[in-house]
């Protein structure tokens, strides 16, 4: 910070500290250095913390740094891990963390929506309908059940259900915009308007995109649509063994969820992706810093049980639909792999044997009974455990199981509970163009992108999510030792490379992390102009998030 910065920004700290109170901004200090990191290999350090605890003190806060010309950056509950968590483009930023900010102010049974504030929980969405109106789902992502529902959503994050494309699900939205006022987007409540929770579209310009992976408004409210509790579920796990079935099994899931047949999310993982979060090979291995050897993936997917490509979702519907779905199902992928199809009843008997069989596992009983269980199932018992997790992921249900997947290359094995990679120093960034729905698609990027983790030596985890029957999500994960600078190093290149080849092929990221925003929008000239005006007419200072999504450069 320059000396001129810092007495700015002191000031303004200053009259902040009036708003808030003291002991709602952090300048320093472990609970700093807790929030001021990320899993990528390099952030940006922030000035300081701010929580306001209404949309009043959100809006003072923007009105004082306007005043100061200082710059904030909102995030909601700042777990963006891989992306950036709570970091802004630039040094020096306010963060602004919404997270006192965490009531539910309404549930519509009727119409399935809640109304809800930033600092709303995954978990805390799940246990208050669960309690309360057992009748709704909410849906989750797979990452904490401590994320923001909102923060997510307006990130466009992806998650499990019917409902996962969380920002099509958002509903009406209040922000607080850069120079200070409250806004309502469409047919707000204050006009006397009876739909702003419920039609999407409102009357006139369709202004809610604005405030999605976007630096235009501070969102402090929103509604958020709920899916009514179906009649039955059913889980499915579809794998798939040989590479010669990948393609056209990809199309034929395109075709199911077209279709209708599947509506859920269809998340699938490698057997990099799925053997990262079982095993912490790293811990295990001795030469540290090395990809697995074809030898030691063969030997780890043979000792739990991983196929090359391992897909889940979920059916939702009254019984009959559900068996009909079924038959539909096994007609198109059954030429590709193999499918298991789980419901809650047949998940409780198989969690039952698994939690005997792991509690006797040094008897001998225990072990013949794991080796049957692996025999009949294909799965180790650790392998199996997953399962449970996976099948509640479909109906919402938040877990922290699969954050494991981040501390795969960690020191330090993950916590019991409690995991936060940033906090516990993990290596960890995503890559996610997003790609037409086709196998030949997929092709294209795997075999673009494949060759580069060879280069950098570095293991290819990739995991598919559905954004649409239409579009899919190519998730490259890049786990690296943080506390290695020549392998961070190469994490770092590897990251560049393929942005650069996957936007030169045409991919657009779905989503970026703070590292790669500036400069994302440069091959999209035209658009990114547009972007900068409106920027400029609602933020003329540019004190909110400038450069977040290449949209309007740091000016300090
Ligand atoms: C192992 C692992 C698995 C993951 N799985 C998933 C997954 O399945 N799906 C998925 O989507 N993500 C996933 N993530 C990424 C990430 O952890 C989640 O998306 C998480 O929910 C984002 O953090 P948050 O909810 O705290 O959002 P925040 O960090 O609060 O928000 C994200 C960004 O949105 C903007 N923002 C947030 N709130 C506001 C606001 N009120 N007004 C204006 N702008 C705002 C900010 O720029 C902020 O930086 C995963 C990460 C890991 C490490």
Known sequence: MDAEFSSRFEAAIAKIKQVVGEKQIILKGEAFEERAGDTSPKVQRPAGFVFPASVEEVQAIVKVANEFKISLWPVSKGKNWGYGAATAVHAGALIVVLERMNRILEVNEELAYTIIEPGVTYGQLNTYLKENHPHLWTDTTDSTPEGSVLGNALERGLGETPYGDHFANLCGLEAVMPTGERVCTGAS??????TWTTHKWGTGPYLEGLFSQ???GIVTKAGFWLMPAPESFSSMLFEVHDEEHVVPALNALRRLALKGVIRSNI????????????HSYYRDYSKKSAPLTKDEQDHLCNRFGVALWTFNCGLYGAPQEIRAWKSLIKRELSAHGTILFMTDPKMAIAQKMMTWLSTHQTSFIGAVGAKLFRKVFGKSLEYAQMGPYQHNLLKGIPTEYFLRYAYCKSANAAPA????????HCGEMWHAPAIPFTGEHFKIVRDACRPWYEHYRMDFCMTLLLINPRALVTLMGIFFVKEDPEETARANALHKKLCEVTLALGYQPYRAGVASM???LDSAPDYKELAHRLKLALDPNLILAPGRYGVAPFHP
Do not use: E
């Open 214 to 216: 976007s630096n235009f």
């Open 189 to 194: 409540p204050s006009t006397g308007a009876k």
């Open 417 to 424: 509970q409690g995991l936060n990679p940033a906090r516990d």
């Open 518 to 520: 500036p400069g994302l």
């Open 267 to 278: 998340h699938a993982g490698n057997n990099n992706a799925i053997l990262m979060i079982l």
